[in-house]
């Protein structure tokens, strides 16, 4: 069963992070990309991802008398439909969402390194806001999302363009019990005082 615990490895993070962003890989090609990991410690970190079926073998081939194995994120984590969600425990949902962040973070990191970033040059943001709405404003902000979006989805390449990617996540917050903040602040006062 896919755990999320099984990702909480730097080096099996790593090797989720590149079949993510590149679909299929033999372990040769994951070894060329996280070329600082040792064959074998790559070997037993997939192995690990393999048996907690986060990813799975896509194909195998006889190379030289050896088999070459190569491997892509199990159905459901890369890119899960509503209907697959639905279907999976909260240890699942935890760690499909993981996969999912851990895609933001790989993207964000390879942003950083193609060159010198300049965030609002390139109209870079992340933000968090949290806001109280009924369902059904929720529904419309979706539908008014969307209609926003349609025309950008359409475009084709042009010079004056670049491909970018807008992520979501939408969820929501337990409600704030009345005097959390009044706790909050007197908490806080007194680590500060302790210091």
């Known amino acids: 069963m896919a755990t999320s615990s099984a990702l909480l490895h730097p080096v099996r993070l790593r090797i989720v992070q590149s079949l993510l962003g590149e679909g299929e890989l033999t372990t040769h090609q994951l070894h060329e990309r996280l070329s600082d990991v040792p064959i074998a410690t790559l070997y037993r970190h997939v192995g690990h991802l393999v048996k907690h079926e986060l990813i799975e073998v896509a194909d ?6 050896a088999s070459e194995k190569t491997y892509r994120l199990a159905p459901g984590f890369a890119n899960p439909s509503a209907e697959e969600l639905n279907s999976l425990s909260n240890e699942e949902l935890l760690t499909a969402f993981t996969v999912f962040t851990s895609g933001l973070i790989r993207d964000f990191g390879d942003y950083l390194q193609a060159g010198d970033p300049d965030l609002y040059a390139d109209r870079v943001s992340f933000a968090q806001a949290s806001f109280w709405a009924s369902d059904e404003e929720v529904d419309e902000f979706g539908r008014a999302l969307m209609a926003a979006l349609e025309g950008l989805l359409t475009n084709d390449a042009a010079p004056d363009r670049r491909r970018r990617t ?3 996540v939408l969820m929501p917050r337990e409600e704030a019990v009345p005097g959390d903040a009044a706790r909050r602040e007197a908490t806080q006062k007194g680590s ?3 210091e």
């Open 60 to 65: 195998e081939q006889q190379i030289r008398g």
């Open 192 to 194: 500060e005082a302790d």
């Open 166 to 168: 807008l992520s979501t």
